[in-house]
C-alpha cells in the first residue's frame, strides 16, 4: 500500500470509529427511553386506578368536600395534559 491509501484508510477508520461511538450512544438512549416508557405506562395505570377510585368516593359521598376537591385537582391536571 502506498503513503495515499494508508492515509485513505486511516481516515475511513476513525470515521467509522466515529460513526460506531454514535451508533452506541443512540442504542443506549433508545434502550433508556423505551424503559422510561414502560415505567410510565404502569404510572399511567396506576393513575387511572386511583383517579377511578377517587371519582367514584366523590359520587358515593356527595357531601364530603375533600373527594369533590380532589376530583376538580384531577380534571385540572387532565385538562392540562389535553391541552
Known sequence: MNSETQFHVSVMDAR??????????FREERNSLI?????????????????????FKA??????????????FIDDLEDDVND
Open 35 to 55: 424503559k422510561d416508557i414502560k415505567e410510565l405506562r404502569k404510572y399511567k395505570q396506576m393513575y387511572q386506578v386511583l383517579a377511578e377510585h377517587i371519582k
Open 16 to 25: 467509522l470509529k466515529k460513526v460506531k461511538k454514535q451508533r452506541d450512544q
Open 59 to 72: 359520587e358515593a359521598n356527595p357531601s364530603e368536600w375533600r373527594y369533590i376537591s380532589l376530583v376538580h
